[in-house]
């Protein structure tokens, strides 16, 4: 059973740089396809971007400029950056896996919320 | 990027009864190389991460009712919960996973009448 766990800061100031860690285990995240998915308070979910098994990624055009996803397989962990946040960038962050390119998101994470404000 | 409309945003049903969702996409998800559309639908209860019901338009999630079924081809989808238990109560979503970036439909609210 693949389980996801987010951790970092709940809390960033705006222009600051928004930085999260997803931490999978019962899997190999040198396999499948990992995703971020932020939803903010009250509103729908929005795909930010995913590194697949080779650490190649793929980004959400809206947020393109501003986000990096990396990895460390030796500790199979996943990482999201965002950069310049705003207040709009307040949202409950998931990290999720789809086996294949094509496939659907099946295992996620609880989420993290993340609120920007000073 | 392809947009994802679901209709309606909220419907309350009476217990027992059926729950209708629909779902379209402003391009065709349906891969002709395969026969699959890449749409997939999602259950969101208050403070839970979305949950996997229905992907490539029909085939159910192992473990998911078979209460609730999925149907539709190219830009039309339905979401069906055939009997709507208190359980249910939820937000649906539909994504699709045909080209990136990914989207989702805006979500519809299922209550009890």
């Known amino acids: 059973q693949v389980q996801l766990q987010e951790s970092g800061p709940r809390l960033v100031k705006p222009s600051e740089t928004l930085s999260l860690t997803c931490t999978v285990s019962?899997?190999?995240?040198?396999?499948?396809?990992w995703s971020w998915i932020r939803q903010p308070p009250g509103q729908g979910l929005e795909w930010i971007g995913y590194?697949?098994?080779?650490?190649?990624?793929n980004y959400n055009p809206s947020l393109k400029s501003r986000v990096t996803i990396s990895q460390d397989t030796s500790k199979n962990q996943l990482f999201l950056k965002v950069s310049s946040v705003t207040a709009a960038d307040t949202a409950v962050y998931y990290c999720?896996?789809?086996?294949?390119?094509?496939?659907?998101?099946?295992?996620w994470g609880q989420g993290t919320l993340v609120t920007v404000s000073s | 990027d392809i947009v994802m409309t679901q209709s309606p945003d909220s419907l309350a049903v009476s217990l027992g009864e059926r729950a209708t969702i629909n779902c379209k996409s402003s391009q065709s998800v349906l891969y002709r190389s395969n026969n699959k559309n890449y749409l997939a639908w999602y259950q969101q209860k208050p403070g839970q991460p979305p949950k996997l019901l229905i992907y490539?338009?029909?085939t159910r999630e192992s473990g998911v009712p078979d209460r609730f079924s999925g149907s539709g081809s190219g830009t039309d989808f339905t979401l069906t919960i055939s009997s709507l238990q208190a359980g249910d109560v939820a937000v649906y979503y539909c994504?699709?996973?045909?080209?990136?970036?990914?989207?989702f439909g805006q979500g519809t609210k299922v209550e009890i009448k």
């Open positions: 490539w338009a029909s």
């Open positions: 019962g899997g190999s995240i040198t396999s499948s396809y």
């Open positions: 590194i697949d098994y080779t650490g190649s990624t």
């Open positions: 994504q699709q996973s045909y080209t990136t970036p990914r989207t």
């Open positions: 999720a896996r789809a086996e294949g390119h094509n496939d659907p998101f099946d295992y």
